[in-house]
């Protein structure tokens, strides 16, 4: 079937991430050694339930506060926090545009409000060639749930297998298709390069 559609993850997609500067950070701001509080990180329930939007920022920060326990307020933690984001992936910005000048483009993201605040004031030039968003947080749906693909197909309003979805882990990549999209394992740009470059981009 033709391609109708771009779908793409952001982090590690679009924009670089790199967890370790928000540990550098937060070890930074307590004075402290950077392993100690990388020992103390966990992907937990309460880190799920932040990205399908069913508790606050300020309900997470106390708990992320509370997990680390380091002497840091909760504008130091969302420093840490968004520290995160290393800046748009080389290249992107191009085939972004490019892209869009032929197909609607949009985004499916696991991510939280706090890092969409950032993320939209940070990259909105980048950002701006996507026609919609689907953000965990906003949905209450994430990767790899297939329900969390199957709302993006009907929001986008084309069938799945004439969707391409572009992510760096291949378990959204195996769960994309699973749910009938074009999955397109993308760890590094030349990966979407070269899926473009069948579509004749």
């Given amino acids: 079937?033709?391609?109708?559609?771009?779908?793409?993850?952001?982090?590690?997609?679009?924009?670089?991430?790199?967890?370790?500067?928000?540990?550098?950070?937060?070890?930074?701001?307590?004075?402290?050694?950077?392993?100690?509080?990388?020992?103390?990180?966990?992907?937990?329930?309460?880190?799920?339930?932040?990205?399908?939007?069913?508790?606050?920022?300020a309900e997470f920060f106390k708990y992320l506060g509370g997990a680390l326990d380091l002497k840091l307020n909760e504008d130091q933690l969302r420093d840490g926090w968004n520290a995160?984001?290393?800046?748009?992936?080389?290249?992107?910005?191009?085939?972004?545009a490019q892209a869009a000048a032929r197909y609607p483009l949009y985004l499916l993201s696991n991510t939280n409000r706090t890092h969409e605040i950032f993320w939209d004031r940070e990259y909105a030039e980048t950002l701006v060639h996507f026609q919609k968003r689907f953000v965990s947080s906003t949905i209450g749906l994430r990767k790899p749930e297939p329900a969390c693909y199957h709302h993006a197909v009907r929001e986008i309003g084309v069938p799945a297998d004439r969707i391409m979805f572009?992510?760096?882990?291949?378990?959204?990549?195996?769960?994309?298709?699973?749910?009938?999209?074009?999955?397109?394992?993308?760890?590094?740009?030349a990966d979407i390069r070269?899926?473009?470059?069948?579509l004749g981009l």
Avoid: Q
């Avoid at 370790?20 to 799920?48: F, I, M, P, Q």
């Avoid at 995160?84 to 972004?96: H, K, Q, T």
């Avoid at 291949?170 to 590094?188: K, T």
């Avoid at 070269?194 to 069948?198: G, H, I, K, P, S």
């Fill in 84 to 96: 995160i984001f290393v800046g748009v992936l080389p290249g992107l910005p191009e085939i972004l």
């Fill in 166 to 189: 572009f992510d760096d882990l291949i378990e959204n990549i195996d769960a994309a298709r699973a749910a009938g999209l074009v999955g397109v394992h993308a760890p590094a740009t």
């Fill in 1 to 57: 079937m033709p391609v109708e559609a771009l779908l793409f993850d952001l982090g590690g997609v679009v924009i670089d991430i790199d967890f370790r500067r928000s540990v550098a950070r937060w070890a930074e701001l307590a004075g402290c050694n950077a392993e100690d509080v990388r020992k103390r990180v966990v992907v937990d329930a309460t880190y799920h339930a932040y990205e399908r939007g069913e508790i606050t920022c």
């Fill in 194 to 198: 070269r899926a473009l470059d069948t």
